[in-house]
């Protein structure tokens, strides 16, 4: 069966176009069309300032960091942005070895992120 | 008290195993014969050996402590001793005594020859698995590899990059080989104190194996800032890995990958580029 994935969608304080999106579980090739699709039709419906909370994000490979960093591609290029926090270790290596570490914008922690929006 | 019986034999599936059933009950006045037993083996160089309690009611705390130094002799022989169906109230007695924390005890005889071939032989245990060629089996696939090598002490980091790796090469079987419903992509593991070893086979067509080709040859020259959502898989499983070998061919694909523990030494060193055979 797939991978279980869930996205938490809420709204951000004082930032109309931006959401904070936490990922719970693990992202892979199983659910990343799924995300693709729901995380799309908000940046069309405007939201293209997203937090993404990683702290419950177990796993992700390579084709799942693919769909993250098109959302960062796709964010800026509507003027808004695409920041993760809460990288957990493991995470945050096979982010690092793909050589993506200078393509996103990674935070600590969700405060420091949505203080950069 | 049950007078003392010793049957000696070599494990009629693992002959270089040595299998002691004990029957009766082991007290004081056995110590001498129990050293004699484990002195002869030791000097045949039987050095592994598979002690059976199940027909044991009683053990003294001297043979306790006999059987500790016979132990102690044989692992510096390279060997090792391994107690099997101990009863309830022998494994109490140990407990007390703290010997629980000295001796590997297991339940049955498979189990003990597992261990030994693992602890003692580095004899690498393997795992078969055939699948059809369906995305949704690769999460199951790789927690079920990722757990197999936690239960074998590997690290954390380690196990994490191993379920990485395991899902990498198994998407890659099923995006670039043949996707017919009685098509069987198969993976093989090896796995040892010291390293992993495993092996994807699938069949593949002339489109597949050009496709896999050009995507193994553009991978040094990717750049993660492409748009493509996908491809960069094999540089994440050639950074994971210690050594990758890529086996193209008309009749199918094999990539063979080996994975050491962190921190072990590895002879060849650093990570190796594939081979292609068309």
């Known amino acids: ?117 | 008290m049950e007078k003392l019986q010793i049957n000696i034999s070599n494990h009629r599936d693992s002959p270089d195993i040595t299998l002691m059933v004990f029957k009766g009950d082991l007290d004081a006045g056995m110590v001498k014969r129990i050293e004699r037993e484990f002195a002869k083996l030791n000097a045949l160089g039987r050095i592994l050996i598979i002690a059976d309690f199940s027909r044991v009611k009683f053990i003294s705390s001297p043979v306790v402590g006999e059987l500790m130094g016979c132990r102690e002799r044989l692992i510096e022989k390279g060997g090792n001793l391994i107690l099997i169906k101990l009863s309830k109230d022998i494994r109490q007695k140990f407990e007390l005594m703290g010997a629980n924390q000295v001796f590997d005890v297991s339940t049955d005889e498979k189990t003990a020859i597992s261990k030994l071939y693992w602890e003692n032989q580095n004899k690498p245990d393997e795992v078969n698995l055939s699948f059809t060629p369906n995305l949704n089996l690769v999460p199951n696939i790789r927690t079920f590899i990722s757990n197999i090598v936690l239960q074998k002490g590997y690290p954390h980091k380690d196990v994490f990059r191993i379920e990485t790796i395991v899902d990498e090469i198994c998407n890659n079987a099923i995006e670039h080989g043949e996707n017919g419903e009685n098509d069987e992509i198969k993976l093989k593991c090896l796995i040892d104190k010291f390293k992993i070893d495993l092996r994807v086979t699938n069949k593949t067509n002339d489109k597949n194996v050009t496709q896999l080709q050009q995507l193994i040859d553009n991978e040094d020259k990717s750049n993660p800032q492409q748009d493509s959502k996908r491809g960069r898989g094999i540089r994440l499983v050639k950074m994971l890995s210690s050594s990758l070998k890529v086996e193209i061919s008309r009749q199918g694909t094999m990539v063979q990958i080996t994975k050491y523990k962190e921190k072990e030494t590895h002879p060849e060193g650093g990570l190796n580029a594939g081979t292609i055979k068309s």
């Not at chain 1, 996205?7 to 304080?13: A, G, N, R, Y």
């Not at chain 1, 996103?104 to 992120?113: G, K, R």
């Open chain 1, 1 to 117: 069966m797939p991978a279980q994935l869930s996205l938490k969608i809420e709204d951000i304080k004082e930032k109309n176009n931006a959401k904070m999106i936490s990922f719970i579980g693990d992202l892979d090739a199983t659910n990343v069309e799924d995300i693709l699709e729901n995380i799309s039709s908000l940046m069309n419906e405007g939201f293209v300032n997203i937090v993404a909370d990683f702290s419950k994000l177990r796993y992700v490979n390579s084709t799942g960091l693919g769909i993250i960093l098109h959302f960062s591609k796709v964010a800026k290029e509507k003027g808004g942005s695409f920041k993760i926090a809460n990288v957990n270790e493991n995470v945050y290596e096979i982010i690092d070895i793909i050589g993506a570490t200078t393509l996103l914008d990674i935070f600590e922690n969700v405060t420091e992120a949505v203080q950069s929006l």
